[in-house]
């Protein structure tokens, strides 16, 4: 068992009492004239519209007074489907303060899902961005009794049916003084209600607290390289959907809760672009933003081998420093000799890319590859990976700090991990949730005598350090019983120079196959140095020079597994698989039923 020195019992001291609006209303007291949210100005592009504390908070009165005016009361849900964009932060918290309860929606979400989103969290009031997501739900709007009325944000020109308001109506009913509200908030009141992806199911409605909530910013700030002064004004870009519990917790509940400076991202593909623009002190990402990052650089240094072959013996020389840095073993030889490929190479590259001001770099929601994650140390970015789930409020383990490449860190402060006879994770802490919405069975399966079943098999060291092994219910059981690991033998596909998303295949089957993805910023750049003219990824699919690379990458690959677990045949594929899809989740984890639906043809063939 693995269990942080900081106690359950001293974190509930210091949250007693303490919910997400009362932690708001003394950060305005306390930076009122700080910058809390911008957004780039639609209007005068290059400039960006800026929001203080105070005016966040006047927005939240004015919000308050809107959704009071046409009936939310205490525990009452209120859905939100918008882009990332400064309306959302205010409009949460406007919900929280009246005591609602605001449930976001991942923007990809069809009419079908909408109506049984909106039936399940029992919701009476939506607030949607557009008339796109305007028309998703008039399109099931039959079906939904329960939903009273309906805000567009924008609205266009055309004239609103009937039931639809803009959402301009919420802000002329005057402002209400949400002092007396804030202060009647409880700790046991609904902070959010998380989706579930629904990888395994129909989506489950993870129940959040308000203690679960200010509980989870206590343990995640003593994991930090900051102390709580040096978090206020700290730079961070929201660009993963608001309905994902990172995003949601890193750049919404922490940011009110020690006072940080949000720059909002309407477009999860354009973060490379603020990146460079805000140069983030703290940025969280899922494993494909920093794949492609890395592949970004690579890529482009693709098409000069010499300068590639340079900045790929940099990164050699500077590994094994890194590795003694981690064990506190660094010599000052060592150190002057990373400060010198520092100066010459990878200053550069961070200031290109827009990390050059990170102090804290964060890989979370799927596994990420090691290979990957010392990269972005040995050129100096910080990068840990964190690991947990909706039902953990977000984070279960994390060492930003003592980072342990191959692993996900410790237990968080104030928690508890162990594993369990079948090698599933188990954890337990104030950051567990309250339970799923209207499914006590699928709670009962989850929360057992207060120990939260992740699901994941897991293995900790002697330090307490945990490895994620895989998904309990998506191990690869062939018809020869063999059970194999699909996530690690991705990990190392994806390790290959020309992949970008790999898809191991073999329930149930003889032996174990995979679909391959090639990189889209890589294959060109990769095609054009070896005077391949074909650049259409589907083509360069077929191309016989890419077939043998990837043959050889694969061959390498199997050598570090077991010969029951080798890939006997693959299939390369030319089309990029995209977040938000049949085949991937908004966060990029593979659907696999998705998959194996959309690529039976070419699955079956590997097995004629």
Known sequence: MATNNATIAEINEIVAGQTVPRLFEETVLKHGNRVALRAMSSEQPGTWDTYTWVDYAGQVALAAAGLSAFGVVPGQRVMLMMRNRPDFHWLDMAIQCLRATPVSIYNSSSAEELQYLVSHSGAEVAIVEDRGYLDRFLSVRDELPLLQHIFVIDPGDDPLPDGVRSASTLYNQGALNPAPLIAETQPSDVATIIYTSGTTGPPKGVVLTQYNIVYTAQQLIRCMPFTIPELVGARMVSYLPMAHIAERMNSHYASV??????????????????????????????????????????????????????????????????????????????????????????????????????????????????????????????????????????????DAVDIRPGTVGRALPGSEVRIAEDGEVLFRGGNVFFGYLNAPDKTAETLVDGWLHSGDIGELDEEGYLKIVDRKKELIITSGGKNISPANLEAGLKGLHLIGQACAIGDQRKYVTALLVLDPDVAPQWAKAQGIEVTNLVELAKDPQVLADVAKGVDEVNQQFANVEHIKRFTLLGEEWLPDSDVLTPTSKLKRRGILARYKAEIDAMYD
């Open 257 to 398: 809760l020690y006072g940080m400076e949000i720059s909002t991202c309407p477009d999860p593909n354009r973060i490379a672009e603020y990146a460079r623009e805000v140069h983030p002190e703290i940025i969280f990402g899922v494993p494909r933003v920093w794949e492609k990052v890395h592949a970004g650089v690579n890529g482009a240094l693709a098409g000069d081998p010499e300068r590639q072959a340079k900045f790929d013996e940099a990164i050699a020389a500077a590994l094994p420093i890194m590795e003694a840095k981690r064990k506190g073993t660094i010599t000052e030889e060592q150190q002057g000799i990373w400060d010198f490929l520092d100066a010459v190479a990878f200053s550069t590259v961070r200031q290109l890319v827009g990390l050059d001001a990170v102090r804290s770099a964060i890989s979370g929601a799927a596994p990420i590859q090691r290979e990957v994650l010392e990269w972005f140390n040995a050129i100096g970015v910080p990068l840990s990976e964190i690991y947990g789930m909706s039902e953990s409020s977000g984070p279960m383990t994390w």
